[in-house]
């Protein structure tokens, strides 16, 4: 599995605003019509009145990669360029190793990756 993730930076809250709603739509066909995708998320930061939280979960290198090629990810591009975007932190992590949050009951766990 792969994430992403990212900060987006905006030049005013409405262009944020404006680019949520605009991308809503290609979040939801990322989601729905792209092998691989598990998660495609771009949400309004409620801290941070400039800024988009992305959360992306892939299911392999592959598919990733595909998106990069995809009609969708144009379609954000092309989104981004009519707002006010202003940068781009972003990483991917390749997630090797994993293991759920809480025990089988729902306890909190005392370790992790032992």
């Known amino acids: 599995m792969i994430i992403v993730a990212a900060k987006l930076t905006f ?26 995708c ?16 992305v959360y992306e979960l892939w ?18 591009l092309e989104i981004s360029s009519q707002v006010g975007f202003v940068e781009s932190v972003n990483r991917a992590y390749l997630t090797d190793r994993n293991e759920p949050v809480y ?4 306890e909190k766990k005392t370790l992790f990756f032992k």
């Open 11 to 36: 030049t005013s809250q409405k262009e944020r605003d404006r680019m949520v709603s605009l991308s809503t739509p290609v979040q939801q066909a990322t989601r729905d019509n792209e092998p691989g």
């Open 38 to 53: 598990h998660a495609y998320c771009f949400s309004a930061d409620p801290c941070d009145p400039l800024a988009v939280q």
């Open 59 to 76: 299911e392999d290198s592959a598919s990733l990669v595909a998106h990069f090629e995809h009609d969708n990810y144009h379609a954000m």
């Open 103 to 106: 025990g089988p009951d729902f």
